[in-house]
C-alpha cells in the first residue's frame, strides 16, 4: 500500500502562482494530478509524469503549469503559474505503479483562484 501526501494549494488571485507537492511512501511508476472543478463532475487529468521523465498536459494547462519530480524523494511536483478562475477545484495527487496496475489517490487539496 502506497500513502500520498499532499501539500500546498490555497487562495491566490488571478495572474498568481502556487505549488502543489505530493510524496509517496514508495516507489511508483507514474505520478501526477488530477483535479474536480465541481462536485459531482468527473476527475480530469491536469498533468502527469513518468519515472523517465516523460510528460502529458491537459491542453488546459499547457504552458502555464509544469510537472516534475525528484525520484530519489519519490515526490512530483505541480508549478501553477497564471492562474485563472476556472483553475479552481480539488486536486488530487495520483500514483499508478504498472505491475499489477495498482492505483492510489491523495486526499485531494483545494485550490481556488479569485478574480
Known amino acids: 500500500q502506497v500513502q500520498l501526501v499532499e501539500s500546498g494549494g490555497g487562495l491566490v488571485q488571478a495572474g498568481g502562482s502556487l505549488r502543489l507537492s505530493c510524496a509517496a511512501s514508495g516507489s511508483v511508476n507514474v505520478m501526477g494530478w488530477y483535479r474536480r472543478q465541481a462536485p459531482g463532475k468527473q476527475r480530469e487529468l491536469v498533468a502527469r509524469i513518468s519515472s523517465g521523465g516523460s510528460t502529458n498536459y491537459a491542453d488546459s494547462v499547457k504552458g502555464r503549469f509544469t510537472i516534475s519530480r525528484d525520484n530519489a524523494k519519490n515526490t512530483v511536483y505541480l508549478q501553477m503559474n497564471s492562474l485563472k478562475p476556472e483553475d479552481t477545484a480539488v486536486y488530487y495527487c495520483?500514483?499508478?505503479?504498472?505491475?499489477?496496475?495498482?492505483?492510489?489517490w491523495g486526499q485531494g487539496t483545494q485550490v481556488t483562484v479569485s478574480s
Open positions: 495520483n500514483a499508478l505503479i504498472l505491475v499489477g496496475a495498482k492505483n492510489y
